[in-house]
């Protein structure tokens, strides 16, 4: 039978977005499904596309990654930003991201609504509180969906190509029990309320294999005791300067390098008892990292100050001393934690190993007063996705393509292990690979449908 269209792509954020606007400036037919009322997802709230700027640097943060996947993200970079400016959406000038990465500052509401404006202005379509069902398939690969329309109408899309890009599963409590690890399923989720897991259902359901297990998540941590209210707080409420704090588990002790980035911290911190730790900084600290920004150009929010506000448990100790009236109801040995402080300054200030390592800031927290936070882990997307090759395609236990299907941004697997080097590069550039691999067999087609 011949198919009705040349791309389906099942996800209307970032990378579903990307692949459906460059295939339908390409000439191809395209329909977009999106499960929520407006398109944009979790992009809506990125504003930076930034990586890795070299293999080198990006195996150094990633080693555990796919080889080929990672390598991908460094190598078509440039092109990912050069099509956003293309796109009529202009990319800043390059920056600094984090210690090791280089990016740029973009409207990313603007770029999504942009990317559904071209795929309609081309004559493609764009369907919204439209849910999947399943796949269809036939001699072995998959040709399109089942889709329940917003009025609960059931229809059949053919397609040359099904993309999925749904944007994770990190809504779901099963799957992040499952494929992220024991305890995950009572993360607080920083991100839009519809990746729940869908597009992963879809494809292991047809055989599709996923990324590593056990290979963490994207992430941050955040003030303990306080709901996000809306999804500005995903951003205003994550506590980046952990990179340059202490932070102490239940038992008085540090588990982790923190400099290495407050993502990798929220990781560790997700697998130590309760998933809850105590986040110590000095005067240094907070004036230098807590009330700044923490990339050039994002907006200045002191984060004590607001997680105090919201009713987040905090504390300011004017000497070390005062860390022992830390309240017996947190759970935490006040004077532990007040020796342990007072441990790594000793050994800081003397520049002697520390451990865990200090590797980008081993400066001692010796300035008072001190600023207390308590901190639990927050996801953002699992990294256990949808496997893939470096076409995009979809791939099986043994490594064979599932003919007909690809999978872009947050629903890939295997190019991030307990590292990450950014979400929105990875979502425009296999949003274009996915396009590219459609482009190869594609033809302009008048879209039916199948009621």
């Not at 764009?126 to 072995?140: K, M, N, Q, Y």
């Not at 690890?181 to 309320?193: F, Q």
């Not at 001190?370 to 496997?387: D, R, S």
């Amino acid at each position: 039978m011949e198919p009705d269209l040349d791309l389906l792509v099942i996800g209307g954020g970032m990378g579903g977005l990307t692949a459906a606007a460059n295939a339908a400036r390409n000439g191809l037919s395209v329909i977009v499904i999106e499960i929520g009322a407006d398109v944009g997802g979790s992009g809506r709230y990125a504003g930076y596309i930034w990586t890795a700027p070299t293999r080198e640097v990006m195996e150094e943060q990633n080693p555990g990654g796919d080889r080929e996947l990672r390598e991908l993200i460094v190598d078509n970079f440039a092109e990912a930003v050069a099509w956003i400016d293309s796109s009529g959406v202009r990319t800043g000038q390059a920056q600094r991201i984090l210690p090791f990465g280089v990016g740029h500052r973009f409207d990313t509401n603007r770029y999504v609504d942009t990317c559904r404006k071209i795929v309609e202005e081309a004559g493609g379509e764009v369907w919204l509180r439209a849910t999947p069902s399943d796949l269809l398939e036939a001699d072995g690969a998959v040709v399109g969906a089942r889709v329940t329309t917003s009025d609960g109408r059931s229809s059949e899309l053919r397609a040359r190509y099904t993309l999925i890009a749904t944007g994770g599963f990190q809504g779901s409590t099963h799957l992040r029990e499952e494929l992220v690890g024991p305890g995950a399923g009572n993360l607080p989720v920083r991100s839009n309320p519809h990746s729940c897991g869908g597009g992963m259902d879809l494809a292991r359901a047809v055989g599709a294999a996923t990324g590593f297990e056990r290979a963490g998540f994207y992430g941050h941590l955040v003030p303990s005791g306080i709901p996000f209210a809306d999804p500005s707080d995903f951003v205003d409420l994550s506590l980046y300067f952990s990179e340059h704090a202490l932070l102490f588990n239940l038992d008085g002790e540090r588990f982790s390098d923190e400099t290495l980035g407050d993502h990798l911290t929220t990781i560790a911190l997700s697998e130590q008892p309760e998933a809850r730790g105590l986040l110590v900084a000095d005067s240094r600290v907070h004036r230098t990292w807590s009330a700044t920004p923490y990339v050039e150009g994002a907006e200045v929010i002191d984060k004590f100050a607001l997680a105090t506000r919201r009713g987040g448990r905090t504390g300011v100790a004017g000497t070390l001393a005062e860390l022992d009236l830390l309240p017996e109801e947190w759970g935490y040995d006040g004077p532990k934690i007040r020796q342990a402080v007072d441990h790594f300054n000793a050994r800081a200030g003397a520049s002697q190993v520390l451990t865990p390592g200090r590797r980008l800031d081993a400066a001692p927290l010796d300035e008072p007063p001190f600023y207390v936070i308590e901190a639990i882990p927050a996801i953002t997307f699992p990294f256990c996705g949808i496997k893939v090759d470096s076409r995009a395609r979809v791939v099986d236990a043994t490594g064979a393509v599932i003919p007909g299907l690809l999978a872009a941004g947050s629903d890939t697997g295997g190019l991030w292990n307990r590292a990450y080097a950014g979400g929105v590069a990875s979502a425009v550039v296999f949003g274009l690979i996915a396009s590219a691999t459609a482009r190869t067999h594609g033809v302009r087609s008048a879209p039916t449908t199948h009621s």
